[in-house]
């Protein structure tokens, strides 16, 4: 069936590379997506690529895609103390004629001085 | 242009009785997905609903929940008889008809707390 794994944490400094690493299963999946949870907040759609697609950058953001071994990153670079939060890798593919998100468990990225 | 509203956004009840989560779609979107997303885990999927229309609620526990999208009205996710494993994150979630690349855009969630 259908699943996404993430690791669960992950520690940087201010001002170093954070990335977050993602594999999921289904290879028929369209579009692959990382959205953002703050503390008591819903998700923020942060960027998605398609799965045609090897790499999109968007200003701080590098999302790099491995087809072939169905593994998804997301590099944030100059990681500030705002960017702590909980990111959620989610893949999606057509079924049943509507796109339905899988979501993985989340990577709690934790940024200190 | 709102996006998407759920109301309330904390929801205390006791066991045994019933919770009501309302979520309105963003403007345009006619599709609605309900989440639930438990104390440190990710978000699962439980029901996608159109206008009138429930188009899949394999995620939805078998007993005691039941969700609606009404042709006038916001989605409701009703919950009976509560019990403490209910606790959790409601996320709901809309998209316009034809899905495409944006995703969803989600509503900032009903906690739901079961005393």
Redesign the interface.
């Known amino acids: 069936g259908e699943d ?1 794994e993430q690791s669960l944490f992950l520690s940087v400094r201010e001002g170093d590379s954070s990335v977050i690493n993602c594999t999921y299963t289904d290879s028929s999946s369209t ?1 692959l ?1 990382w ?1 953002k949870q703050e503390p008591g ?5 942060l960027t ?1 690529i ?1 799965s045609n697609m090897d790499m999109k950058q968007d200003q701080r953001l590098t999302v790099l895609l491995n087809k072939k071994d169905k593994h998804l990153s997301l590099r944030i670079a100059d990681t500030q103390t705002g960017d702590s939060a909980i990111y ?1 890798c ?1 893949e ?1 593919g ?1 079924s ?1 004629g ?9 990577t709690r990225l934790a940024v200190h001085p | 242009n709102a996006g998407v509203m759920q109301n309330p956004r904390h929801l205390v009840r006791r066991r045994g009785q019933e919770a009501r989560l309302r979520c309105s779609p963003m403007k345009g979107h006619s599709h609605v997905y309900w989440y639930r997303q438990l104390p440190e885990e990710g978000l699962k999927f439980m029901v996608y609903l159109q206008k009138e229309n429930i188009i899949d609620e394999s995620g939805m526990p078998k007993e005691r929940f039941s969700a609606e999208f009404p042709k006038e009205g916001p989605s409701i996710l009703r919950i009976q008889q509560v019990v403490r494993g209910d606790s959790a994150a409601y996320f709901c979630a809309s998209s316009p008809p034809a899905g495409g690349a944006g995703g969803y855009t989600f509503g900032s969630g009903t906690r739901l707390t079961v005393v």
């Open positions: 996404v579009y997506y959205y907040a819903g998700l923020q759609l998605y398609f959620f989610a999606s057509v049943g509507y796109n339905k998100l899988i979501f993985g468990a989340g």
